[in-house]
Structure formats: C-alpha cells, structure tokens
C-alpha cells in the first residue's frame, strides 16, 4: 500500500501542529480558500505563517486584544520590538507596548490600516510565531504546557551553523540566522540599499520570475517604483542585461535573482551577472530556496545570499527559518556584514531549538529526494497527458545549474507541469498532500498560479505579467518527497489515466 495520501482540507501538512503548509485536496477548497469562503477558513487549522495567522496566534490575539485594545483598535502580535517600531513607521500610525512577554502594535481598525499591515507583515514575516504564541498563552495560564515535540538540547544556533557552514565557505558565525526567509531578503535588500543610496544607486533589477513576496519587496519598498523596479525575466539573455546595465549605469543598485527561479527553474549563468555585476558597482542578491544551499553553491556568484531553511534544512516542514551569507570577497563585504544582523528578525529560540533537532537529517533526506526526482521526471516526460515540465535540468538551463550544482546528484525536489486540459480534474484526484511549500519529506503538490498569483489569473485579470514571464496559469508545481519512488509514480499515474 501506498505511504502518500490527501489529508482532509484544513490539516495541517505533513501533521505538527506548527507545520508551514495545509491541506487544499480539491480546486474547490484552493478557490475557496483564495476567495475566503467562509466554510474554508472555518476549516483551516493550519496554513502558511506570513500568509495565515496560526490558530495559537489567533487565540494570542483574541485574548490581548480583550485585555489590550481600546475601542476600534486593531492588534498585531509582532516578533520584537523593531518589528513593532517598523511597522508604525510604515503605517504611520499605532502604538506598541510589551505584555506577557509579547510585543504588540495596536492601531485604528479600519480596513485599509488592516490590510496595509497585513501585507506588511507578510511581505518580511514580522508576525509572532506559532511556537512564541504558544508559549506565550501557557504564560498567560490559557494553556497548561506546550505540545510535545524533539528539540535539541544545547546551543542551537551554534548547531545550526555548523551543519550550514558545511555549505557555505564561511565561518559558521557568518551564518545570520533569520525568522524567515523574507526576514532574511529584506535584511540583504536594505543591507545592500543603505551602501548603494549615498552613492546615487537605488535602481533594482529582478532578473527572472520570482518569488512573490520577493516581487512585493522591489516593487514595494524601491524608493519610486515607477523610476528604480525595473524586470527582466529572461535569466539568459545576458545581452538585454548588459543594455539595461548600459541604460541606468550609475544608478543601479543591485540585481535579485533566485537559482532557479520559483516556478519555471530557470537558471541564469551566475558566474556572468557576477562579473557584469562587479565591473559596474552593482550588488547582487540570490537565494537558492528553490534547490537549497545543500544541493547549490552560490555565494561565489552573490554579494549576499538570502533563503529559506523552512525548506529543505526542515525536512519535517514545521518550522519557519532563513539565514542571509556575505560573500566575504565582494567589494562592499565589512560594511554588508556589519549590516545584515542588525537588519533581520532572528528566529524564536524554541523555532531554532526545533530546526537545530531537524538539521541532522537534512542531508540523508535531502539525498533521497534528488534520487526520486529524475524518475518523477523521466515518468512525467512520458506520460501523454503532460503537455510540458520543467525542473532543474531542462535544456534551456542545464548546464548553467549543473556549473552550481554541489554533484551530479543535486537537482532538487521541485517540479513543475502542465497538462493537456485542465488541472482541476487531476489535482482533485492525486492522493498526495496538497499544499504551499517544497522541500519537505512528505511530497507536495500546488496550483501554484492559484496559491501564489491568484489575483492575475486571466479570468480575474487583463494584466499581461504571466504571458511574459512565460508562465502558464494552470501550472502545478510537484514538491518530490523522501517517500519510496514507486509509490509517487503510481499515485501520479492513478491520478492521470
């Protein structure tokens, strides 16, 4: 019998109550879900943590705001204290005050204050995290203890960057351990910004499809978007990089790409935007979520490097983490690494206690993906009902990962597809988890247009943003897991007759 299977909709994924993704089994839930339908939120128990407050937070909030909030006044339970400074400064209004441990930021209730902070927090991960919310609440004797779970006993953080220097050529305390990934990128982006404003240069180049949150981060907090944002997503045509390079010339400040890019595993010859980059005083941020810093090596090619170990280094999926590297040999290293810790949000003690547990098995897990993933692949490319895959080692780009690649072997967990058809008849019918995130153990399927973009789907939209980064709207991005190979490729092929 197989070991995969669709958990009911709402479950947490793969099943700790502090696990990142949550169940959508059918296209109906992930539209009700995006729509806030209400029998979908009701049913959630769990979701993504800069996207969805967790139900620890929920209930941290409901009782603060009781015994905190004035009248018409909106409460955030936020990581720290900078956190909470930042947000009133983008608000432009609020309070904040420290109770049972927590810091919080209190506003006017209306609407558009709401959503502004929501999407602030979510943007660089600023909310309380579930394990804080947690704690917090048996301090406040709504709970009696925490939930059981392995943590490590010890210096976590120094255990962390151990097993992570094993990847990056640095010292380990040159490893900046973040909250999130996005903590992590915001940290490198305003590390980078401070250096290159004084100079003139507050022009930033996306470079390929990226992220969402990280889109949101340029076009968001550049200092005038319509003049600094500028988007190229062709990673490989180095030559519209270098006239764009040649059109702002001393005003540009750094360049973000991700190897590969999230969701089309595009990569872009890193060695060539490096020296482009260095010969004109432009900075360059990667993040290698998508493939992990345990399959690529990156940092020779970044001034900074910012990801994620919510994926991958937490093969269980249940705790949220990123780590910022200053490459120690670019031009503007002492001041960078003298702004990164300063800038991000670290994690939560009893977060990093969880991801220290986690770590040692990182590597063995990590191994057993990349040895599923070709035979996921090579099934997928056969299969008539598959119109089209990419994945770290399509043409377009293979050998320009393979120039990164840490082995032969390392080719990561993520794969996307698309189908002849439409997608909703076999994602309903996949037995296999059914979520956002990669990288975990457990296998996990996405719509990821729907989860991630859903707002420029074109039966929403008349923008043109997924036609020309030549992203298909019903694209499905396949996180392959440690489970055996035979029974992923069954599930799938039972889905797809």
């Known amino acids: 019998m197989s070991v995969l299977f669709s958990p009911p909709l709402g479950h947490p994924i793969p099943g700790s109550p502090h696990s990142v993704s949550c169940s959508l089994p059918t296209m109906a839930d992930v539209i009700g879900y995006e729509e806030r339908a209400a029998a979908v939120v009701h049913a959630m128990t769990a979701g993504y943590p800069r996207f969805a407050v967790h139900p620890f937070v929920a209930e941290l909030t409901t009782h603060l705001t009781t015994a905190l909030a004035q009248s018409n006044e909106h409460l955030w339970p936020v990581l720290n204290a900078r956190a909470a400074r930042e947000l009133i400064r983008h608000l432009g209004t609020g309070r904040s005050l420290t109770h049972a441990g927590v810091e919080v930021v209190l506003h006017g209730a209306e609407p558009a204050l709401i959503t502004a902070g929501k999407l602030w927090l979510q943007h660089r991960g600023g909310l309380l995290s579930s394990r804080a919310a947690e704690d917090a609440l048996v301090r406040l004797g709504r709970r009696t203890a925490v939930l059981p779970e392995n943590v490590f006993d010890g210096d976590a953080t120094a255990e962390v960057q151990r097993v992570l220097s094993r990847h990056f050529p640095v010292a380990p305390t040159e490893i900046h351990l973040a909250s999130s990934g996005m ?99 432009v900075r360059v941020i990667c993040d290698p979520s998508i493939a992990s810093p345990l399959n690529v090596e990156v940092l020779p090619h970044a001034d900074i490097v ?33 702004a990164v810790p300063t800038l991000l949000d670290p994690p939560y003690p009893r977060d990093l206690a969880r991801l220290a547990a986690e770590i040692g098995s990182a590597e063995e897990v ?114 392959v897991g440690a489970e055996p190979v035979e029974d992923i490729i069954a599930t799938l092929a039972a889905a797809l007759a």
């Not at 190897?259 to 020296?275: F, G, Q, V, Y």
């Not at 035979?375 to 299969?383: S, T």
């Not at 050998?399 to 698309?418: D, K, L, Q, W």
């Open 183 to 281: 903590s992590a990128m915001q940290a490198a982006f305003e590390a980078i910004r401070a250096v290159q404003a004084p100079r003139g240069r507050t022009v930033w180049i996306q470079l390929g499809w990226l992220y969402l949150d990280t889109i949101a981060l340029l076009k968001k907090f550049t200092p005038d978007p319509t003049r600094d944002y500028l988007v190229q997503h062709d990673v490989t045509d180095l030559a519209a990089l270098e006239r764009l390079f040649a059109a702002h010339g001393e005003r540009l400040a750094g360049v973000i790409t991700e190897a590969p890019t999230n969701p089309l595993l595009h990569t872009a010859d890193l060695a060539a935007i490096a020296d482009l980059a260095q010969r004109h005083g």
């Open 366 to 479: 990590v191994a057993r993906i990349n040895a599923n993933t070709p035979a996921v692949v090579a099934f997928l490319q056969k299969h008539p009902s598959v119109a089209r895959v990419w994945w770290s080692h399509q043409a377009a780009t293979a050998e320009n990962f393979r120039r990164i690649a840490r082995s032969p072997a390392s080719v990561g967990a993520v794969v996307s597809f698309t189908l002849h058809g439409k997608l909703a008849g076999f994602y309903d019918r996949v037995a296999v988890a059914k979520g956002p995130s990669f990288g975990m153990a457990t296998t996990l399927l996405c719509p990821y247009i729907y989860l991630a973009h859903y707002d420029l789907l074109p039966h929403r939209s008349t923008s043109t943003a997924l036609a020309d980064a030549g992203i298909p709207p019903e694209l499905l991005r396949l996180s």
């Open 306 to 338: 910012a990801c994620s170990l919510t994926k991958y280094v937490s093969p269980e999926g249940d705790v949220m983490a990123g780590a910022a590297v200053v490459n120690p040999r670019g031009p503007d290293a002492a001041a960078l690494a003298a």
